[in-house]
């Protein structure tokens, strides 16, 4: 399975990627790194939540393990509630500019967009393009099944796109999975859900079928932190994949100035990685969101005018 993993992107991916979101059959998967222009990182949140608790363990930049702490401490939606104001606090006016991610993101002219980003900025994106994108929550706990609602089952369009709020909304603070408990309920909650039959599910149709047949486009995320490990391990469980190519965008963990043989150690470690948990090829982009969205922007431009 590690053969379906490259380091690095050639003319035939980029192909394949820029006709696929042509067919509307690419799904971006959106992380916290697609955001950082605008909101603190998981790690510099968790190192200033840390300062204010006195947090007494040494992994002070691993936000689930000190929102754990802090929710055995005090209660549960404490940190959620947080989590939530820090998100809500962002003006999208003022937030969101031409070229940056969510604007290139939105004009992709996709009918659906996965998040595991608690924000609402996607949103704003998509009404700046005249879009009326519809939201749904991930109902991992039986507090949020009233979410589940005819959104669930219709289907999505380019013209009104379904963002669907994996990991919760700031808008819903209980929604949220944030803490070490959050993450393992999800993952068993997925676990069950994909083992029922489709009429009894509460996965929506829509998001089950773009698991299966479509690209998936993973941005902002790296393999180090937990929302990216649950999501790889919740896609494996869907056992749905026709095999389709999906495109990880991750930041290179080495500085300028390491070896290729360290980059080579690298190369077969994110190898063996995704092939130990996905069934489908991947294919991997060294750089960031930014980066990404620039060049992939270029490559449309430059197909277009082909």
Not at 17 to 30: E, S, W
Not at 105 to 116: E, F, Q
Not at 143 to 154: D, E, F, I, N, Q
Not at 252 to 275: C, M, N, Q, S, W
Request: aromatic share 10%.
């Amino acid at each position: 399975m590690g053969d379906g993993v490259k380091t690095g992107m050639d003319e035939g991916d980029w192909d394949v990627l820029l006709a696929r979101i042509r067919g509307q059959k690419c799904t971006p998967f959106l992380g916290a790194g697609a955001s950082a222009h605008v909101l603190p990182t998981g790690s510099s949140l968790a190192a200033r939540w840390a300062e204010e608790l006195g947090y007494p363990l040494p992994d002070r930049s691993d936000l689930a393990r000190v929102a754990q702490y802090w929710a055995i401490m005090t209660d549960p939606l404490v940190p959620k509630d947080r989590v939530s104001e820090v998100c809500l606090a962002v003006d999208p006016a003022g937030a969101l500019q031409p070229g940056d991610t969510y604007d290139i993101l939105s004009g992709l002219d996709l009918p659906l967009y996965v998040t595991t980003n608690y924000d609402d900025l996607l949103l704003h994106a998509l009404r700046n393009k005249d879009k009326d994108p519809q939201v749904l929550l991930c109902p991992w706990h039986k507090a949020l099944h009233p979410a589940v609602s005819k959104t669930y089952m219709g289907k999505p369009t380019v013209e009104s796109p379904l963002v669907y709020y994996l990991h919760g909304s700031a808008h819903t603070p209980s929604s949220i999975v944030l803490t070490e408990d959050d993450y393992l309920a999800f993952i068993v909650w997925v676990t069950r859900q994909w083992e029922k039959k489709a009429q009894v599910s509460l996965i929506s149709a829509a998001v089950t079928l773009a698991f299966g047949e479509t690209s998936l486009l993973f941005i902002g995320y790296s393999q180090n932190d937990w929302t990216f490990r649950v999501l790889m391990r919740c896609i494996k469980e869907t056992g749905a994949s026709l095999g389709a190519r999906g495109v990880a965008v991750q930041l290179d963990p080495l500085g300028e100035d390491a070896t290729e043989v360290d980059r080579e150690k690298v190369a077969r470690y994110l190898i063996k990685y995704f092939g130990g948990i996905q069934d489908r090829p991947v294919s991997i982009y060294w750089g960031t969101a930014d980066e990404f969205l620039q060049e992939l922007t270029s490559r449309r431009n430059a197909a277009k005018a082909a």
